[in-house]
């Protein structure tokens, strides 16, 4: 296929449109709901006092910002994909940012600015904590800024629109690579998302993750819901080449948000099953190792006993497992020597995976 050939076929998967809007349009936009920028973003994509103070000041000084990217969604909304924390600024600078429950966020207050040095202190309107406020000439100078906004259109191929965010990712500062893959799977389709996020929230799966708060906080029992969802029935052939784990969780969201209404209550009564059994029979130490001499669980989560015990046993859910097989799978697998303390250590999770997900099948085979 030649470059010119290659080019139109790309440039059809995905439609755009551009236009600039002033400040004041934008905020219209979001107090009337046709814009979201996701409390999930907000949460993930931190700036500074600094950061957001500068980014005032060059609004103030007349400095042009980069474009904002958003994606129409089904319902023709837009889900801003590049920009979230520029507009969550500005939108918070002028008192109209709302947290997840809906209820307005305190405005933001700018600190000394790198020019504008007299802007420390200074909020866009009148309020209790704030000494002094922006001029009403200088609120309609602030409105009447432009951005340029890039709209990807809704009949934009999905999977163009995830290459086009990978490429645009200019957020903040990102504490994993799973909080990435949500607020992708949010630009791509919100019910998928929430369907993943209440998968993950399930009292059987928390309990039997035993996850300490700072994981949580992480993303990472999302990150293990969707390794759940991804691997559990895929083929030992495509198990060996999988490759980067992250690079793969990353693409498999693709084929994720693909899923059904019948595939999605399949998958959701597969991960039930296996985390209530999980839950029943090993309870908070199921993902922990088994020291064979002492009888006893130690140390913190374990990826092998997620692939071997979660994986093996959900590959064959719902099915007539009992309590009694969960435990003796669990021994099993910690008394092989194959698994014995250490047989991980410095083995990339691709290369382990080649051993436990086929072993843990095998553990719970029928």
Sequence with gaps: MSLESELELYR??????????????????????????????????????????KLIESVL??????????????????????????????????GVLRNDEGVLVEPFVCEAAPFLTSLEGVSYEPFEGASKSLTRAQQLDFKRSRIDVKIIKRESDNRAKYDLFQRLNSYGSIATPQELRNCLLVSLSRTHFDWLQNLAGSEDFKQVLNLPGRLI???????????????RMLPEERISSIGNIGEFLSAEVLSLVEKGDSEM???EEAFSATFKILNESLGGDAMRKLNPVT??????????????????????????????????????????????????TGQRADQRMKRTIPYGRRLFAV
């Design 265 to 267: 209550r399949a998958e």
């Design 12 to 53: 059809q998967r995905i439609t755009t449109d551009s236009y600039p809007m002033s400040i004041s349009e934008i905020a219209n936009l979001y107090r009337d709901g046709e814009m979201d920028i996701h409390p999930e973003f907000q949460r993930i994509f931190r700036w500074s006092g600094a950061q957001r103070t």
């Design 295 to 344: 009888g006893r669980t130690e140390g913190a989560f374990s990826s092998s006993a997620f692939e071997v015990l979660a994986l093996g046993l959900g590959h064959f859910a719902p099915s007539g497992t009992s309590a009694a097989d969960v435990v003796q799978a669990r021994e099993t697998l910690w008394n092989d020597p194959a698994f014995a303390p250490g047989h991980a």
């Design 61 to 94: 000084l007349g400095i042009p910002l980069p474009s904002i990217f958003v994606a129409q969604n089904e319902d023709g909304v837009w889900d801003v994909v590049d920009g979230v924390q520029r507009m969550s600024t500005i939108f918070q600078f002028m």
């Design 217 to 231: 906080k992480e993303q990472y029992h999302i990150e293990l819901a969707l390794r759940f969802i991804t691997l």
